[in-house]
Every structure is written in C-alpha cells, then in structure tokens.
C-alpha cells in the first residue's frame, strides 16, 4: 500500500514488506523432534536454519508471528563491513586479533551473500555499492582519519576523502570499497523455501513461551506443544530465554526511523551514514522503472525521547533539505540492541550450556554481522569451532552477581503493581480518536487508546518482562517498554522484545 504523501493516513509500513508477497507457513500444532530447533525467522534464524538443512540436519523453525517481519523486514538492508566508526575502538579496547576476526567475519558475509545469490539466481535487487561514513562537524575529522587507518591496518580497503557525491558540503568521509545492498525479504524468502522437507519445517504464529534445559533441549509454545531437539538456536533478535546469561542487563535497544522517498533528481550511487548525531543514512533501491532513495536515522532508546511521530517529520525535512522529493512513499521504523562492547553475542548462550546457542546485540549492523552469525553457529554445530568465535563470544563477560539481586527485586516489584489494576477503570477520561492517555487510578497506571472507530482499548501497563512502564509511542501506535525493548500492541499483544507475555487488558470495559 503506497503513502502518498506527508499526512501519513497509512500506518507505517516497509517498503520490504509491501513489495513482497505475504508468508502462510503453518503454526505447529504437535509436539515435534529435531536435530536443532530456531527460535525466530528472522535474517539469522532463516539463515542457519538453511545452511544447517544444507548440513542434512533436521532444523525446526519456530516464528512467533510471520517471518522476515521483525527488524529483519524494517531493516535499510545495507551489507558492508563498515559500521559507522568502529575499528579504531575495537583495536583501542580489543586487540588487532580480535578487531581483525570482526573485519574478517562481516567481509566473509559480503562476499558469501553475493556467491549464494549468484548460485541460487536469488532475484533481490544484490548490486555492489560504496559505502561512506561522514562528517559535517570539526569534531569528527581526527575520529574518521583514525578509522581510515585501522580500517587499513585490518586489511580493509578505506579511503579518506573530504568530498561526497551528495548535494552538500562535508567536513571529512571514510569510504569502502566493494560493499552491496540488497531486497532482504526477497533473499530470504527464497532460502526459506528450501527450509522445510526431509523433517525440516517452518512453523510461523507459534510463539516459544518456555524453554527446559537439557540434552536434548525442550521448547514449549504458547499452545503447549514441544519441539524437542539436541541443540538450539535462540534468534528471536532478543533471546527469548535468558539461560542465566542476563541478556536484559547486558544490551540496550534503540529504534531508527526510515522514508522511502521520489526524487527528481538521479541518486548518485552509494551507502551513506553520519558519524554524528543526528543520525542520517542513505542508499537506493530499484523500483518500477525508477528508484526509491531510502533516508534514515533518528535514533533514539526505545520507550524514552520526545513523541515519536517528529522523528519521521525531521527526516522527512532532511530528505527535502536533500533532494527535490516528488513522493514519499514510504515509512517505516524498527530497533536493535547494542551490548556493552559493541559487538554482538553470538556463540553457546552460557559457558556451561553447550547445546543452546545465541546471536544477538547487532548495533544495526545484522545483515553482515546476522550472515556471520548464521555461519558460525552452524559451525559451531557440525565441527565444534569457527575462527570467529572468541570476538563474538556472549561468555566474554561474567555475569555478576549483583545483577541476579536486580532481577529479583524487579520481579517482586512487578507482581505487586500488576495486582487489581485493572479492576476498575475510570469511564469518565476524555479521549479523542487517535489519542492515548495514561491515567492514574487508584495509584495505579492504566494506558488507555482510543481507535479511529470511537473504541477505546485500556491496558496495564506494566511491562510482563520484569515490570517497567511502558509508554505510549504515537508513531507506530503502541507501548513500549523503556527498560529492554519489549513493545506491545494498544489491544496488548507483544510486538518483539524480551516480553513473553501479553498485557492484561480491560477489554471493552470502557465500552458502550
Ligand atoms: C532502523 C534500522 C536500520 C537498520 N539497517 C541496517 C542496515 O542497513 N544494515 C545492517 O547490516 N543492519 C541494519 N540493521 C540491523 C538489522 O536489521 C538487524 O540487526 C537484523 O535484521 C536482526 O535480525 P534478527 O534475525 O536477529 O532479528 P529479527 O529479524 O527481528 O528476527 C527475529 C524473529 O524472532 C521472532 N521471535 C521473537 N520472539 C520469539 C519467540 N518467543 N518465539 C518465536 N519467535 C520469536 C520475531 O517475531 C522475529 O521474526 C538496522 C536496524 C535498524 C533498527
Ligand atoms: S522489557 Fe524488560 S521490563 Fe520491559
């Protein structure tokens, strides 16, 4: 469905999303065996799952909702080893050894993308690009000549340059060469569909709720079947079971905002990105005869900063400030977490749980990243090892035990705010259509919503993970949790997150 202009009558939708056809694999509906299960059809679990198939192993699928439509189906989908300004840190804070098994993972994922488009003739849209991180500020231009350099030193080819093919001045740039882009439903849609066969399935709206350790491995779903297998993939984006490695404690997550936009003027090729703030990304896309330009950025933690709809009225002032735009078609917004180091969890989720593997904590940067991780989890599996492995090790910081302490404390919190909040809700609160209100009521916080249709839908709004309040985010109409990232639909349906469990909600009760 095409936005036609600014008023966004539409709610947000990717351009992704929209240009592909809509999946209708079936929910699991008894229990099954696999050699490994994969919680999450996202880029990493369709990923591993395909190349573990490829292995003649049995994978099972497990998608909460609809695959690729997670951050994976919001994504800007550009593959490149650049990821803003990261090698002159990760040799600062890590070594060259390890900096040089990051650099070497996400060029490894560039070019396996592009061999595996290539052998399966994968129609997405692939094309090598160049990718630029600039500067207009003074303040960056030592940072980006100490990136060049490291870059360098790993044996990436960076070049520094103080001009852009864009329509404005900059102060410094770092490109690299040889970087791509793609249509990323339109290739994983296409490794999906050699997923499921010879025991190997795909099983889309069956969320996994509970998770029994062990050899094999138990995942229970929602519906109370389970999927027993030796080893599992948690890559539900944010691991949807913890296994004591306190992945809430350990990452942040953070949403950017995205348009698709027409502009007269021919795009001049190539992946761009801002080294400062406010966020700015551009790229293009082929589209009927022509090409959308994709603007991004706007960062901001999920669940805090200002209302979120300016976020797509500022990018939409950038790409105007930018081009001559004749429509914007679309727009869309998503998150991702970022861990304490910067670089993703991916490996065994504990030191002391062999078969339960992770991949998460992508800081925006999971096309190549998510592709490494696929890649070394598979190996992992089948030969026991991967070169990457000690960079991205999710074991690379001992969980303390203060933390443990946290978690109790919130849970306890948690289970007395939720009791009888939502026994009674004021009937006499003013709302328009459109809007939403929390209010306080008998001490307690109630999030009420109301639809275009007069309707209005209250929840509590304490987040299920481990208590925090939500607020409301006015730009994808839903709540969202500032303590983790878990985002709930108004009706209290959970969207992502770590969230396992819906938001108790007053049904019609405010309802003629
Ligand atoms: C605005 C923005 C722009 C970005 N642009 C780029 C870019 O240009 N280049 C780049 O490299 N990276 C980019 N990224 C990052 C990249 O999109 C993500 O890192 C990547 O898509 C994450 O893939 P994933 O498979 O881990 O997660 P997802 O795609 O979110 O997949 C996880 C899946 O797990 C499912 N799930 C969750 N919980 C459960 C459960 N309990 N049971 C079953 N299923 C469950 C979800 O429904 C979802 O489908 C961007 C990120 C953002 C926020
Ligand atoms: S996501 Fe952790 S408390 Fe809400």
Not at 152 to 170: C, T
Request: hydrophobic content about 35%; charged content about 25%.
């Amino acid at each position: 469905m095409e936005q036609k202009n600014e008023t966004w009558s539409q709610p947000p939708q990717p351009y992704w999303i929209a240009s592909t056809e809509s999946t209708s694999y079936p929910a699991l509906d008894q229990d099954v065996k696999a050699d490994v299960a994969i919680i999450g059809g996202g880029l990493v679990g369709i990923t591993a799952a395909y190349l573990l198939k490829r292995e003649n192993l049995r994978v099972v699928v497990v998608e909460a909702d609809r695959i690729i439509q997670g951050a994976t189906g919001h994504t800007t989908a550009k593959i490149t080893a650049q990821h803003a300004l990261i090698y002159h840190k990760l040799i600062q804070h890590l070594g060259m050894e390890k900096a040089r098994q990051y650099a070497e993972a996400n060029e490894y994922a560039i070019n396996f993308l592009e061999e595996l488009i290539r052998e399966k003739e994968i129609d997405c849209d692939f094309s090598r690009q160049e990718a630029y991180v600039y500067t207009q500020s003074d303040q960056y231009i030592q940072q980006i000549e100490d990136e060049v350099k490291a870059a360098s030193n790993l044996g990436l080819k960076a070049v520094y340059l103080e001009e852009l093919p864009l329509p404005f001045a900059i102060k410094a740039a770092e490109r690299f060469d040889g970087q791509a882009q793609f249509h990323p439903r339109k290739y994983l849609l296409a490794l999906a569909k050699d997923i499921p066969g010879d025991g190997s399935h795909i099983f889309e709206q069956t969320r996994a709720v509970d998770f029994h350790e062990g050899r094999p491995f138990t995942v229970i779903t929602e519906k109370g079947h389970k999927v027993v297998a030796d080893s599992v993939i948690l890559a539900s984006h944010f691991p949807a079971y913890g296994g004591n490695g306190y992945y809430f404690a350990r990452m942040y997550p953070e949403r950017s905002y995205a348009l698709a936009i027409i502009a007269q003027e021919k795009y001049p090729g190539g992946m761009y990105i801002t080294a400062e703030d406010p966020g700015r990304s551009l790229r293009s896309t082929p589209y009927q005869d022509g090409e959308l330009i994709i603007v991004g950025g706007e960062h901001h933690k999920t669940g805090q900063g200002p209302a979120t709809d300016t976020h797509y009225r500022n990018l939409s002032q950038f790409a105007r400030q930018t081009f001559t735009v004749t429509d914007m078609l679309y727009r869309w917004s998503t998150q991702d977490y970022t861990t304490l180091d910067e670089i993703p969890y991916v490996g065994r989720i504990t030191a002391k749980t062999p078969n339960v593997y992770v991949a998460t904590g992508f800081r925006k940067w999971g096309m190549t990243n998510g592709t490494a991780a696929a890649i070394l989890l598979k190996d992992l599996i089948v030969k026991g090892e991967s070169p990457w492995a000690p960079v991205y090790d999710p074991s690379r910081f001992e969980a303390d035990p203060m933390i443990k302490k946290f978690i109790t404390t919130n849970v306890n919190v948690a289970g007395q705010m939720i009791g009888g909040k939502l026994k009674s809700v004021p009937k006499d609160v003013e709302l328009a259509p459109g809007e939403a209100k929390v209010v306080d009521h008998d001490g307690n916080k109630v999030g009420l919503y109301r639809d275009n249709k007069g309707k209005v839908h209250a929840v509590d709004i304490t987040c299920t993970h481990m208590g925090c309040e939500l607020t409301w985010n006015a730009a994808e109409l839903s709540w969202d949790c500032p303590c983790h990232g878990s985002r709930f639909t108004y009706e209290g349906n959970i969207i992502e997150g770590p969230a396992l469990k819906t938001l108790r909600s007053g049904g019609d009760r405010l309802n003629p």
